[in-house]
């Protein structure tokens, strides 16, 4: 069946840190793949998404791109601020199906 | 702001009890789709509507219903609350019916059974 499986946190960084969340999947076909951010107090937002192997999405300074070889899709960002401080999700989009979400991995930024 | 509102932000009820959610989705979307989140089972897909009539099934107990009305808005009725049911219940809306198409998330309602 299809799944995510995203690293568990809570990750704790210094402000200007590099950040790399991981994300694996399992599906059969070829899905699309998301990380959704959600903010304290508030719905998920999309942040980014690839939806063919090699892509690369990016927003906001953080990037992930679709490894079809590693079923993978890590978040990285090269230099963390305080604001980013929320519960990022990964989430899979078999093809015309609903989303699937990883449980999450929350993020807390120090200055 | 996203574009979708759920009214109401908080609700309280007892066990037994029965509570409606309501889901305005953004304009022009035709697509909603409802979420429970709770602490020990992460975000659940529950069922998806799209244009009025049911599209996809999650993780939706019998005691849990849905409807997307032709204004396109769509209720969330719970019934024979358990504690259980104490969750963040989001509603998201997306123009088409497709899972790669972007959902764009309300607020939430916060449920809480005592």
């Known amino acids: 069946g299809n799944s995510v499986t995203q690293m568990e946190g809570p990750v704790t960084l210094s402000e200007e840190a590099f950040l790399t969340i991981n994300c694996t999947y399992t599906a059969t076909g070829y899905p699309s793949l998301f990380w959704y951010v959600q903010y304290p107090g508030e719905g998920l937002q999309l942040l980014l998404k690839?939806?063919?192997?090699?892509d690369k999405g990016s927003n906001k300074g953080f990037e992930a791109t679709y490894r079809k070889e590693t079923t993978s899709f890590h978040l990285e960002k090269g230099s963390v601020q305080v604001s980013d401080s929320a519960v990022y999700f990964c989430?899979?989009?078999?093809?015309?199906?609903?989303?699937?979400f990883g449980k999450g991995t929350k993020l807390s930024v120090k200055p | 702001d996203s574009g979708v509102t759920q009214t109401p932000k908080h609700l309280i009820t007892a066990t037994g009890q029965r509570v409606t959610l309501r889901c305005s989705p953004r304009?022009?979307?035709?697509?909603v789709y409802w979420y429970q989140q709770s602490l020990d089972q992460g975000l659940q897909f529950l069922i998806q509507?799209?244009?009025?009539?049911?599209?996809a099934k999650g993780n939706i107990l019998e005691r849990f219903s849905a409807q997307q009305f032709p204004d396109l808005h769509s209720e969330l009725n719970l019934s024979s609350l358990e504690l259980g049911d104490s969750a963040l219940y989001f509603c998201?809306?997306?123009?088409?019916?497709?899972?790669?198409?972007?959902?764009?998330f309300g607020p939430g309602t916060r449920l809480t059974v005592t």
């Open positions: 989430a899979l989009a078999p093809a015309v199906k609903k989303l699937i």
């Open positions: 509507y799209y244009n009025g009539e049911e599209r």
């Open positions: 690839a939806t063919k192997a090699d």
């Open positions: 998201a809306s997306s123009e088409l019916a497709g899972g790669h198409y972007e959902q764009y």
């Open positions: 304009s022009g979307d035709l697509s």
